[in-house]
């Protein structure tokens, strides 16, 4: 069965800190792999990533792919309380369907 | 700002009774997507859209119906409301015309329970 693991689920640091999220994924006809910023809203896009190795950036966040070892990273430098929220990794696939892991809850405190 | 707006945030509807949720997008997106989300199991796909009048099922479709009659508007239908369909539902949209980097845009949700 398809599945996506996230870690930690739940991290709370200082503003200022650095922060990696981690994804791993156990999925067939892998597309590609997206990681999500959930607020009280519905997700907001941050990156999709289909290329092992390559670096995605925006402003403090970035994110890669390693499709070896089927996981993903999204790195959070110089932390604001602003980036509070649930993080979550989805895989997708060729049958456009989506594999969301649980979301990792990250608090940032001031 | 691109936008997928769903009709209601929150309904609340008999077991038996006939459901819609309404989706609609202004960014001229070919694709249009129905997903349920549900503690503990992530979004799962209901129904997707690649044009007007095409749907195909996704991996949970029983017990639901889709009409896509324009391009910006993509329906769900509850045939006949029952409690296990008590869940958030969100809609989403986008374009393969938009190149390798494009990502889903998702409406806020619809909270429903039906009782």
């Known amino acids: 069965e398809d599945k996506v693991v996230q870690s930690p689920l739940s991290l709370v640091v200082h503003e200022g800190d650095t922060v990696t999220l981690n994804c791993s994924y156990e999925?067939?006809?892998?597309?590609?792999l997206l990681w999500y910023k959930q607020e009280k809203k519905a997700p907001t896009f941050l990156f999709m990533l289909t290329s092992s190795g390559i670096e995605k950036k925006s402003g403090r966040l970035s994110s890669i792919l390693d499709k070896k070892e089927l996981s993903s990273i999204l790195n959070i430098t110089a932390t604001q309380t602003g980036d509070s929220a649930i993080y979550l990794c989805?895989?997708?696939?060729?049958?456009?369907?989506?594999?969301f892991g649980p979301g990792t809850r990250l608090s940032v405190l001031p | 700002d691109v936008k997928v707006t769903q009709s209601s945030r929150y309904l609340v509807k008999r077991t038996g009774e006939k459901v819609f949720l309404e989706c609609v997008q202004d960014?001229?997106?070919?694709?249009m997507f129905w997903y349920r989300q549900d503690p503990g199991l992530g979004l799962r796909l209901i129904y997707f859209s690649y044009d007007v009048k095409m749907k195909e099922k996704g991996d949970i479709p029983e017990g639901y119906s889709v009409s896509r009659e324009k391009k910006e508007r993509f329906s769900l239908i509850l045939e006949s409301a029952s409690t296990n369909q008590t869940s958030m539902y969100l809609c989403a949209s986008t374009t393969p015309a938009a190149g390798p980097d494009y990502g889903y845009t998702f409406g806020s949700g619809t909270r429903l329970t039906v009782v």
């Open positions: 989805a895989v997708f696939d060729y049958g456009q369907n989506f594999v």
């Open positions: 960014m001229d997106h070919e694709n």
């Open positions: 999925v067939t006809n892998f597309r590609s």
